[in-house]
């Protein structure tokens, strides 16, 4: 069974950042997608952003887009989620989320395999 273990969440002011991480335990993790995901109290769980398996190929969504960044290394089987210019709207728990193909993916339903989250809070 895989686990995802998710870190880095936390307290910060509107403007500040975080930097949060997921290791997977598993082999060949070069050769699976993983991607970020939120969700607020009361709200679905949202698309953040995706990487592809070799960390060539990356999508984001619109409103995290030029603040947020995805990154992986592979020889450590993690991957980071860096979060700048963070806005009391990007208030969630935060999810990894392991795909069993190497190609990127936007919908939950596409991953197979989820870290309990961590939480991330922004204050105004």
């Known amino acids: 069974q895989v686990q995802l273990v998710e870190s880095g969440g936390g307290l910060v002011q509107a403007g500040g950042s975080l930097r949060l991480s997921c290791t997977s335990s598993g082999r060949a993790f070069g050769s699976y997608a993983m991607g970020w995901f939120r969700q607020a109290p009361g709200k679905e769980r949202d698309f953040v952003a995706t990487i592809s398996g070799i960390g060539i190929t990356t999508y984001y969504a619109d409103s995290v887009k030029g603040r947020f960044t995805i990154s992986r290394a592979n020889a450590k089987n993690t991957v980071y989620l860096q979060m700048n210019s963070l806005k009391p709207e990007d208030t969630a728990v935060y999810y990894c989320?392991?795909?069993?193909?190497?190609?990127?993916?936007?919908?939950?339903?596409?991953?197979?395999?989820w870290g309990q989250g961590t939480q991330v809070t922004v204050s105004s």
């Open positions: 989320a392991k795909r069993l193909l190497s190609d990127t993916a936007y919908s939950p339903d596409s991953y197979t395999y």
